[in-house]
């Protein structure tokens, strides 16, 4: 099992920043893969950024240049770098861990933190 909550959410206005994290505990030797989708209302989950064990990065197209996704093993925490913030990217923002155990594949995600852009 894999614990994951998230925090740093909030009201931003246009072109402002924020950080995300999310905080990791119990298997986290079994994680592959850490990812932040994100959800607006009326729209499909998307995924925002990943990083692998490797730490090889990924980025949605419309965030690239503008978020940066980072680990700090020593804290288990994943994080998100959101700059140059823009009304579209208003949305909840979940943390998900992709783990490898012994019996197979699982996905976890923590509880989400609003991320509203606004002026």
């Known amino acids: 099992q894999v614990q994951l909550v998230e925090s740093g959410g909030g009201l931003v206005q246009p072109g402002g920043s924020l950080r995300l994290s999310c905080a990791a505990s119990g298997s986290i030797l079994s994680i592959r893969s850490m990812n932040w989708y994100r959800q607006a209302p009326g729209k499909q989950r998307e995924l925002v950024a990943s990083?692998?064990?490797?730490?090889?990065?990924n980025y949605l197209d419309s965030v690239k240049g503008r978020f940066t996704i980072s680990r700090d093993n020593a804290k288990s925490t994943l994080y998100l770098q959101m700059n140059s913030l823009k009304a579209e990217d208003t949305a909840v923002y979940l943390c998900?861990?992709?783990?490898?155990?012994?019996?197979?594949?699982?996905?976890?995600w923590g509880q989400g933190t609003q991320v509203t852009v606004s002026s």
């Open positions: 998900n861990a992709r783990s490898l155990l012994r019996t197979g594949w699982y996905n976890y």
């Open positions: 990083i692998t064990s490797g730490d090889d990065t």
